[in-house]
């Protein structure tokens, strides 16, 4: 699994777009990148994945430029309820091998004020 | 929308006993898993599973480990004579069967935290 780096923490207050950008600079051909969501005392949530260009769901868009070395997870106007943990993870998630097993870091600990 | 549910959501238990953790996947989901979290790190794999077998499982994954499937929706994870360092969130994944050219996300469910006391 290609190593990840992410920001330990950011700040931001209500209503602003935040953007938590991952470095993966080994990923793979056949990697994906995914970003989960994490608030306290409950189970990692998925918010996105993507492979190449721009992802957009109605949570979150995802850029990944075209050397994939890195991805930005952008979140539009956030609010207090988005006071998480997020975790970006790169992976060969096709490969039946692996058992798919994700690999957390650290995550980027967000953190919205009013 | 179909959830992953872990029973119980706290677990007490003294050290040297057995305990089960309980997990009902998403019903057509085919790949299920165990993470842990122990309190103020990373979320940590434990072990997966796959037709009825163990696919995959890690350094933490020892002989006092073992999982089950012992009907079509329950999966368990037991921990055979615990240790005060088992104490953390225990979570359960559950993935859909791999489809051409897809990559399905896990989905989690919130935990069970076990306090080995």
């Known amino acids: 699994l290609a190593k990840t780096t992410q920001p330990i923490s950011m700040d931001s207050y209500e209503g602003q777009e935040v953007n938590i950008t991952c470095s993966h600079n080994?990923?793979?051909?056949?990697?994906?990148i995914t970003w989960y969501q994490q608030f306290p005392s409950q189970g990692p949530r998925f918010i996105i994945q993507?492979?190449?260009t721009k992802v957009t769901n109605e949570v979150a868009s995802l850029f990944i430029p075209a050397d994939r070395k890195s991805s930005t997870l952008s979140l539009p106007r956030v609010s207090l309820s988005d006071t998480a943990v997020y975790y970006c993870?790169?992976?060969?998630?096709?490969?039946?091998?692996?058992?798919?097993?994700?690999?957390f870091g650290k995550g980027t600990s967000l953190l919205v004020t009013p | 929308e179909p959830e992953v549910t872990q029973t119980p959501s706290h677990q007490v238990t003294q050290m040297g006993q057995e305990v089960i953790l309980r997990c009902v996947p998403i019903?057509?989901?085919?790949?299920f898993y165990w993470y842990r979290q122990i309190l103020g790190q990373k979320v940590e794999f434990l072990v997966s599973?796959?037709?009825?077998?163990?696919?995959?499982k890690s350094e933490i994954f020892d002989d006092q480990f073992s999982v089950e499937r012992p009907d079509g929706s329950n999966f368990t994870l037991k921990i055979r004579s615990t240790k005060l360092e088992d104490s953390a969130m225990y979570f359960c994944?559950?993935?859909?069967?791999?489809?051409?050219?897809?990559?399905?996300?896990?989905?989690f469910g919130d935990g069970t935290r076990l306090s080995i006391l």
């Open positions: 080994n990923i793979a051909t056949n990697d994906y």
């Open positions: 019903s057509n989901h085919l790949y």
């Open positions: 599973f796959y037709n009825n077998e163990i696919s995959e």
């Open positions: 993870l790169v992976g060969d998630l096709s490969n039946s091998n692996s058992g798919y097993a994700l690999n």
């Open positions: 994944a559950s993935r859909k069967d791999r489809e051409l050219y897809s990559n399905q996300p896990q989905h």
């Open positions: 993507g492979y190449k």
